[in-house]
């Protein structure tokens, strides 16, 4: 039986389907080429393992699969906007760079930093890799938010072992060094996945507007136009939420989501309380 890359491969066992049995890597002789760091390639971009390590089209970010030989290029060549070099002890640059990596990268491009490795590339005497990879990951979830996904890698050259961590262009940037916090009654909790979403919305003025009269009446404008005759009508709604691409309105406890691009805030001036009205274009 004939692979996609022309080798041949022997025949799948017995009750075993024919891309599982490719999944367990019963690939023949085929040399196992640029390794994902997340393990077996279609098994994570099924089941979506790599998280914001994919790109806008759902595809896999190529650089996820960098060679030990491609890592040490990296390693040994000078620093550029997609490679910066950290000491083991330098937990602040590891998280400023995550962070401005994840931030800076376009999307479907990887970034590495490397750790335990002087500015030179030299790597410093050898750490206990182990330690140094689960510090950095504690580092990085505890202190970004939202959370960016990364790969670290071990690397080995001239006998001696430092960490190259993987960072792809993330598309749920902004990232921030930082957790949000709000309010929950008397206390301060770190703001949910929601929330946060919520605050980042809130800096658009006609989310801020919206979201100000969340649930509250408003009014609701419909327009129809047709060649020279325009129809409207007249309802009311409750806001029930809003975010940077729609709005999510409760007509009779039916809801509607509306396109903030097809809508216009105003007043209404025929209501005594002068509350919100919004224009939709139908």
Known sequence: MMDSYGETQEKPARGCSWPRWREKGRIGSRPKRNVCPFGERTRSAREGGIGGALGKEGKVTSGLWFSDDDLIAKLTS???????????SDKGGWLRTTVAFANSTPIGETAVLFIGVDNDGVIT??????????SYSDTISNSVW?????????????????????IPGSAERPHFAGKSYVRSGTQSVDASETQYTELIAERMSKVRELLAWKGKSITLESV??????????FSTCVVVDCNQFFLTAAFSGQERSIPLTQLAISRD???YSRRLKIEVEE
Do not use: H, W
Not at 78 to 88: A, G, L, P, T
Not at 125 to 134: G, L
């Open 78 to 88: 000078v620093e550029d906007q997609f490679v910066e070099r950290k000491s083991k």
């Open 125 to 134: 005497d050898n750490a206990n890799v182990e330690d140094t990879m689960k």
């Open 146 to 166: 939202p959370l960016i996904y990364t790969a670290p890698r071990v690397v080995t050259l001239d006998g001696k072992s430092c960490i190259a961590v993987i």
């Open 224 to 233: 129809n136009r047709r060649g020279n005759f325009t129809r409207r009508g």
């Open 269 to 271: 001036d025929n209501d």
